[in-house]
């Protein structure tokens, strides 16, 4: 993958596929407690669905939050285009119908009543955002509930993603568009308080 160029030279931007991002992305996950809380939330979120049928996991990677969140539904869909990706999510969540296409070809044989598509707008450029998120509406049962996730644009590990790459990853001009292009669902919008931990620093 070609390095970002910044004012101080560039910077090494980690092919997601490839074990230098994986040993980053575990030493992340080694120091945050984002996974038993995100999880905890979405428990909350999925006991007050009307229904528990289906689960859609849009981006489902290596799958760890996709077969928590199986257990409470009774068929699980996942999208996940990466064939190394692919490989670790069917180890872990074997009952999955596993799709591999992009969001974009992706076609899900039913609709869900919990969509999740979390940490995955990182890898669409910001101007499909929202045909994205419109599209994912559209595999949303009526009554389900579409959940969008992404880091907080000023924590601490956004803000240096954003001086890097000048990139920042923000929802909130997404849903403000939402509301105006499809009024008729319920937005909101909601901020977990993660933290970040290492003896090293």
Request: aromatic share 6%; glycine share 4%.
């Amino acid at each position: 993958m070609e390095p970002t160029i910044t004012e101080d030279g560039p910077v090494r931007v980690l092919d997601v596929s490839g074990a230098d991002y994986r040993r980053a992305f575990e030493l992340f996950l080694a120091g945050t407690d984002e996974k038993p809380l995100t999880h905890a939330r979405l428990s909350e979120i999925t006991a007050a669905l009307p229904h528990r049928r289906v689960l859609l996991d849009v981006g489902a990677g290596e799958g760890r939050t996709t077969a928590y969140l199986a257990r409470s539904y009774d068929r699980t869909i996942a999208i996940e285009p990466s064939a190394a990706m692919r490989e670790k999510l069917r180890a872990v969540c074997p009952q999955a119908l596993i799709l591999p296409d992009r969001i974009d070809r992706a076609q899900p044989p039913e609709p869900a009543d919990l969509v999740h598509l979390s940490h995955v707008l990182y890898y669409v450029p910001e101007e499909e955002w929202l045909p994205t998120v419109t599209r994912a509406l559209e595999w949303t049962v009526p009554g389900g509930t579409l959940l969008v996730v992404l880091q907080h644009p000023d924590s601490p590990c956004m803000r240096m993603a954003t001086h890097f790459t000048g990139v920042r990853y923000d929802l909130r001009p997404l849903l403000d568009r939402l509301r105006t292009v499809r009024p008729s669902h319920d937005y909101a919008l909601e901020t977990l308080a993660l933290h970040y931990r290492t003896p090293h620093l």
